[in-house]
C-alpha cells in the first residue's frame, strides 16, 4: 500500500525543478535551481541507483531492489533530465540572452572571440591535458567520478605507423567550467564560454598529425558510498581517509554523452564501463549542469537574484547581558534563517572566553572546511579548557571535512571520539557546563539542524538554548554513552535513537489514536524532510483509521498515501518547496487537553531510527511551544504559493488556493517578520 521511496526522491526533485521554470522567479536564481536538482541527481545515482545495480549484481531474488524498479527509476530519471535540458535550452538560455547574457558556442563567437579562445587553450588549458591513444600498452585510462572527458575517433597513424582509432581526453577539475570573455572582445553583452566548447574547438591541436573525427564529450557518475567494517579496523579515521582515495572510482551508475555522440562511441564507452543501455544519458547541451553554478557567481546583475536577506539577532537574546544569565531566567529558540545564527555563535563564543566555563562538549557532523565554529573549539582547548568532540566521520560526502577537523582538535589536546560503532551521530548538542559557586550547571544547545554557518543562512532550522536542569542533564548522559560506550541510563526529557526514539513516536501515535477512539481531540501534525519509515507510516495509517485528523508536512521523500478511500481520509500530506531548504522537524501530539511538542534531529526514517544516534526533546514552555506550532506548522498548512499537495493517486499537485488573486507564502511572511530593519 505503501508509495516507492525512489521514485518520491525523483517526484521531489520535480518540484524543486518547478523552481527553474517560474517566470517570476529571479533568472540567475531559476538557474541556480536547474543546478540544484543536477546536484541532486548527481547524489540520487550515487547512492539510491548505486543500491539497484549493486543487488543486480547479486542476483539476489530477494533483493529489495528488483530489475523491474531500476527500469522504472531509469525512465522516470530518463524524463527528468529532459526536462532539464529542455528548460536550459528553450528558455533559461533564450532569456538569458534577452538580459545580455550569453554562453556562446564555437560557431556564435566573432573572429576577436575567436581568437582570445585560442590563446586561453594554448596557454591555460593544453598544459594541463593529457591525450591518450588506446592500444594494447595505453588501456582505458581511470577515469574519475562525475569528471569531464573527451572520446575522439581518429584516423591516420600514430608516431609508430599505428592505426589506434580511439583516444581519450581527461580535463583536469582545477580547470574552471565557465569561463568569462573580457569586456575588451565580449562587447556590449557579458559573454561566457564553457570549457567543453574551448576544449571541443582544439580538439584538432591535441593530434597533431591525425585526423579528428567523431568525438562527444562525457561524463561517468559511479557508486560513491563508502565501506568501511567499522568492527575490523583498528583505526577508523585512516580507514576512511583510504576509502576516500578510491571513491572516486567506484562501480559505474551513469554515463552522460552528448546528445550528437555516435552509436559506436557510446556503445565502446558502455561496453568500458560495463553499464546497461538505459544508464545512457544523451544531453543537448553541458554534460554536467552542477557547474553552471560558477556562471551565477560571475554575473554581477542584483536584479536577476533574490533580493538580499538579513537575517536579524534574536530578540529573545540580549546582547549587553550574559547569556547564561538570561538562560537562568528563560530558555531561547532561534528560527533560522530567518533569525541568524551568529547568536549560536555567540553562545559559544562566550563560553569560550568565560573564565568559569571549565568544559565543551559538541557533536560535528557537517561543519564545512571553513567553520567560525571549530575554530572557536580550538580557542577552547588552547585556553585549557576540557573539549570533547564527537564527530561524525562518516557524514555522507563530507568525510574528510571532518577527519581534517578531527586530527587539528586532537593534535592540540582536544578529546575527539567518534560515536558508537555501527552509528552515525546525527544528533545536534552541545553541552557548557560550568562552574557557578561551588556548582556546576550546565547550559545547551539543541537544534534540528548542523553546526554550520554557511547552509544555517539557507535552511530551516530551529536551534534551542536552554539551562533546563533535567534536559541538560540527558545531553549529559547521552554525551558519556556516545564517549564511553556505557549503557544508555533512563532519561528525563530526551528521546534517544536507536534505544528508544522509535518506540516513543509510535507510543505517542497510539496514545492519540485512543484518545479518537474515546471520542476525545486527537490531532497530529508533524514536518520533516523524509518519511520512509514502515512502522512509523504503518503507525499513523491506523491511527488516521481511529479518527485522528493528521497533517504530514514532508519536503522529500514520502512512501505514505494520502486521502485514499477508506485507507488514509484522514490523512493530508503536502510538501513545501521554497527559496529556503525545509529542514527542521517539529513533531506534535494533541489528545483531549494535552499537547506535546517535540523537536528533532531525526527524520522518520528507518536508518534514523536504527543506525544512528538521534535525538527529540520537549518544548515545554507554553509560549515558545505555540511559537513553533504558529511558524512550523500553522502557517505552513496555509501556504498557497509554495506548496504541493499528495493526491489519492501518488501524485502531486501544485497549491493554486488564491485569495483575491494573492497567494501565501509562510517563508516570505517569516522573512517579514524576522528580516533585520537594521539592514
Request: glycine share 4%; proline share 4%.
Amino acid at each position: 500500500m505503501f508509495l516507492e521511496r525512489d521514485a518520491s526522491i525523483l517526484a521531489f526533485n520535480e518540484r524543486v525543478l518547478d523552481w527553474a521554470v517560474r517566470s517570476e522567479v529571479p533568472l540567475l536564481e531559476r538557474l541556480r535551481y536547474l543546478t540544484i536538482v543536477s546536484s541532486n541527481l548527481d547524489e540520487f545515482f550515487e547512492v539510491r541507483m548505486a543500491l539497484h545495480l549493486r543487488a543486480q549484481a547479486h542476483e539476489d531474488a530477494r533483493a529489495l531492489y528488483s530489475m523491474h524498479s531500476y527500469k522504472a527509476l531509469s525512465e522516470h530519471a530518463h524524463r527528468l533530465v529532459d526536462r532539464q535540458y529542455e528548460l536550459y535550452n528553450e528558455q533559461l538560455m533564450p532569456a538569458f540572452k534577452k538580459e545580455g547574457i550569453v554562453l556562446l558556442s564555437h560557431s556564435e563567437r566573432n573572429a576577436a572571440q575567436t581568437k582570445w579562445v585560442k590563446q586561453y587553450f594554448e596557454h591555460e588549458v593544453k598544459p594541463l591535458l593529457v591525450p591518450v591513444g588506446l592500444d594494447p600498452s595505453h588501456p582505458f585510462p581511470l577515469v574519475a567520478n562525475k569528471s569531464l572527458n573527451f572520446i575522439v575517433r581518429l584516423s591516420g597513424a600514430d608516431a609508430f605507423g599505428r592505426e589506434n582509432e580511439i583516444a581519450i581526453v581527461k580535463v583536469p577539475r582545477v580547470l574552471p567550467r565557465i569561463i568569462k570573455l573580457p569586456a575588451n572582445v565580449a562587447g556590449k553583452r557579458i559573454a561566457f564560454v564553457a570549457l567543453s566548447s574551448v576544449i571541443r574547438a582544439h580538439l584538432k591541436d591535441l593530434f597533431p598529425g591525425r585526423t579528428v573525427g567523431q568525438f562527444s564529450q562525457f561524463r561517468v557518475t559511479r557508486d560513491s558510498e563508502l565501506s568501511v567494517d567499522e568492527e575490523d579496523v583498528q583505526n577508523l579515521r585512516t580507514a576512511l581517509r583510504q576509502g576516500l582515495e578510491h571513491r572516486q572510482f567506484g562501480q559505474a551508475i551513469r554515463l552522460e554523452v552528448s546528445s550528437g555522440c555516435s552509436q559506436e562511441l557510446y556503445h565502446f564507452l558502455l561496453k568500458q564501463f560495463q553499464l546497461p543501455e538505459s544508464a545512457l544519458y544523451r544531453v543537448h547541451g553541458p554534460v554536467n549542469l552542477v557547474r553552471l553554478s560558477q556562471m551565477i557567481d560571475l554575473v554581477n546583475v542584483p536584479k536577476l537574484l533574490f533580493p538580499p536577506y538579513a537575517a536579524s539577532f534574536p530578540k529573545a537574546y540580549s546582547s549587553t547581558e550574559s547569556i547564561f544569565t538570561q538562560l537562568k531566567k528563560r530558555d531561547i529558540l532561534i528560527h533560522q534563517p530567518y533569525e541568524s545564527f551568529s547568536a549560536v555563535l555567540a553562545f559559544l563564543k562566550e563560553a569560550v572566553n568565560d573564565p568559569d566555563v571549565l568544559a565543551i562538549k559538541q557533536t560535528i557532523y557537517r561543519t564545512g572546511s571553513d567553520s567560525e565554529l571549530m575554530d572557536l573549539l580550538r580557542e577552547a582547548v588552547r585556553r585549557g579548557k576540557e573539549v570533547t568532540a564527537v564527530v561524525e566521520l562518516k557524514a555522507r560526502f563530507d568525510e574528510e571535512a571532518n577527519i581534517n577537523w578531527s586530527e587539528r582538535l586532537e593534535s592540540i589536546g582536544a578529546q575527539v571520539v567518534y560515536g558508537v560503532v555501527g552509528l552515525k551521530t546525527h544528533a545536534k548538542m552541545l553541552l557548557v557546563t560550568r562552574k557557578e559557586g561551588r556548582q556546576l550547571v550546565r547550559y545547551a544547545h539543541l537544534s534540528t539542524g548542523n553546526y554550520n554557518a554557511k547552509t544555517a543562512k539557507l535552511y530551516t532550522d530551529i536551534s534551542h538554548l536552554t539551562a533546563n536542569v533535567k534536559l541538560t542533564a540527558d545531553v549529559e548522559q547521552v554525551f558519556v554513552h556516545m564517549s564511553s560506550q556505557s549503557p544508555m541510563p533512563h532519561l528525563h526529557h530526551l528521546w534517544v535513537a536507536p534505544f528508544y526514539l522509535h518506540d516513543k513516536i509510535v507510543s505517542s501515535i497510539a496514545d492519540v489514536a485512543n484518545a479518537a477512539k474515546r471520542g476525545d481531540y486527537a490531532r497530529i501534525v508533524i514536518k520533516m524532510n523524509s518519511l520512509t519509515d514502515d512502522r512509523l507510516a504503518k503507525a499513523l495509517v491506523q491511527a488516521g483509521q481511529a479518527g485522528v485528523k493528521i497533517d504530514v508536512i514532508v519536503r522529500g521523500a514520502c512512501i505514505l498515501p494520502a486521502q485514499v478511500p477508506g485507507v488514509t481520509d484522514n490523512i493530508k500530506i503536502r510538501s513545501i518547496i521554497g527559496r529556503f531548504l525545509e529542514h527542521s522537524r517539529v513533531f506534535y501530539f494533541a489528545k483531549g487537553q494535552e499537547e506535546v511538542l517535540y523537536l528533532s534531529s531525526a527524520d522518520w526514517m528507518n536508518r534514523n531510527m536504527m543506525r544512528r544516534i538521534e535525538i527529540a526533546w520537549p518544548i515545554e514552555d507554553p509560549e515558545l511551544r505555540q511559537r513553533v506550532i504558529d511558524e512550523c506548522l500553522l502557517a505552513y498548512e496555509y501556504d498557497t504559493q509554495d506548496a504541493w499537495q499528495l493526491n489519492s493517486t501518488g501524485h502531486y499537485n501544485k497549491v493554486s488556493d488564491k485569495h483575491e488573486g494573492v497567494t501565501h507564502s509562510a517563508q516570505n511572511a517569516l522573512m517579514v517578520k524576522y528580516r533585520d530593519k537594521k539592514q
